[in-house]
């Protein structure tokens, strides 16, 4: 990468912007008579929330071996993406990179931003077009990977987190139903990484809207100064927290769920318009078929309810691993066809 200097990429007025000081900041203890901050006196909810949320990042840190510095939390990773615009691209000026198929939120989100959109579609095998991106000047661009709904592992992040000049968000949704280990060890190798989690999925808070963004302190500071203060209300952040003081329960699940994926593979292949499936790192399998759509609306019918991609990749449903017993009644509605 040629030298990256973080102030040269970021919003001026987001470089210079002195952000809301809440009365949580300008004391921060736990004990005393606190008539600061407009609250309530009665009930156990009347008071606001940490909106550092030292407390959750302490157990993040604690569980992942990496500073609080390096840690923000987001209203959900949603949050996070819209940051990724707000800090760092001029509305109608700057440009991200965005590789379809992949989650729609990064074009959703993009457009409320009015940032311009270079779309350079992943290839035949599903893996980044990398001279193409790097032919490409804009100011971020979003990777998913596991990718959703193709549900690979992208091939050469490396190489872009290396020569690309600009913000690189790595979406790790999905990395823990996944043998590899993801980027989050190498922020501080790339000064222009942000690597993305979620509660939503393998910790099975999607409930609590809590996202996950790690990378470089300097950018951490401009997430927390460019959020609303308030962002993560303290219910979601100790459903968070509690999650994280059962690092058994999250794994069992997520062993049930890759078994059940291996399962569920085995058992849609047996059906006869079942075309292709293609290998997954992540809870979902995306599966071609001959007639999708109507298989679609057929399940639909059945009450069970998937996703039809028919129009992103032709003839693709993307199942969701579900229990055991949802699995089942899929396969047994499936072999009624
Ligand atoms: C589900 C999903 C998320 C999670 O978003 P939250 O706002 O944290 O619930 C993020 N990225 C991708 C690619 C997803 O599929």
Known sequence: MKKFELKSIV??????LMPYSSARD???????????????????RNRYPD??????????????????DNIFIGNGSDE?????????????RDSVIICPPTYGMYEVSANINNVNIIRIPLDDEFELNTDLILAESAKCIFICSPNNPTGNNLKSIK?????????????????DFSDSEGFMST?????????MQTFSKAWALAKARVG?????????????KTKPPYNVSGFNQQEAINALLEPKKFEQRVDIILEQRNLLEKELYKLPFVKHIYPSDANFLLVKMSEASEIYKYLVSNKVIVRNRDTVIPGCIRITVGSPEENSRLIEVLQNY
């Open 159 to 175: 190489e872009i987190l290396d020569q690309f000049n600009g913000i690189v968000v790595v979406d790790e949704a999905y990395i």
């Open 26 to 44: 300008e004391f921060t203890g736990n004990e005393g008579v606190f008539l600061d901050a407009n609250e309530n006196p009665f009930g156990d």
């Open 212 to 224: 996950v963004a790690y990378s470089n302190s300097d950018i951490i500071a401009l997430m927390d």
């Open 11 to 16: 919003r001026p007025n987001i470089w210079e």
């Open 187 to 195: 922020i501080d190798k790339y000064p222009n990484l942000i690597v």
């Open 80 to 92: 996070v993406i819209d940051l990724v615009y707000r800090i760092f691209c001029e509305p109608s």
């Open 51 to 68: 909106p550092h949320q030292r407390e959750l990042k302490k157990a993040l840190s604690s569980r992942n071996n990496i500073p609080v």
